[in-house]
């Protein structure tokens, strides 16, 4: 018996022999007979459904308690270095020449007798600008309505509502109230 090269199609079959055609049909019958299938191949391909069945529940459970230890460790390894971090504020403060240090900076604290001056427009100088135009002598009337825009924009500072939180950087103290701009 001879085996096709391609593979058969069931409407329509043509085999050229000899330069004749000849039209031939396939009997899927007779195909499907040509399968074996015996009660081995039955038991272990209900073996195979029964083990995809019962391990596709487990490897999904497994795959999901992976991913939670991994957050679990990455929030353990966060909780470590903030307590480092901590731990470097509990040493600096326990030193009294820094505390000193923050009671001056923060607080504006002086020992009795010292004199403290408080410079107002300490601004860096290249922050200041270079050129300042000349003020005129001429007034000149507006074309927008500034009445609408000041209202607008007390309107919009007193209905905004900004909290800030406590800094986890550094030493700087943050004051927790909420702040409206």
Known sequence: MRRPTAPLSRSSEQEVTGGARERRTVDVREWAGGIRFSAFTAIMLGLVVLAVFVLVPTVGTYLSQR??????????????????????????????????????????????????????????????????????????????DWMAQFVRSVTTAGLTQTATGPSTTGDEAVDPTPTTP
């Not at 403290?116 to 600008?129: E, K, M, Q, T």
């Not at 135009?133 to 507006?142: G, L, W």
């Open 67 to 144: 991913q939670q230890i991994a957050a679990l460790e990455q929030s353990v390894q966060l909780t470590t270095d903030q307590v480092a971090t901590l731990e470097q504020q509990k040493q600096r403060w326990a030193d009294p020449a820094y505390v000193t240090s923050q009671a001056r900076a923060r607080l504006y604290y002086v020992r009795p007798g010292e004199v403290v001056y408080l410079v107002d427009d300490d601004l860096p100088p290249a922050s200041i600008p270079l050129d300042q135009n000349p003020v005129s002598e001429d007034v000149h009337e507006t074309r927008s």
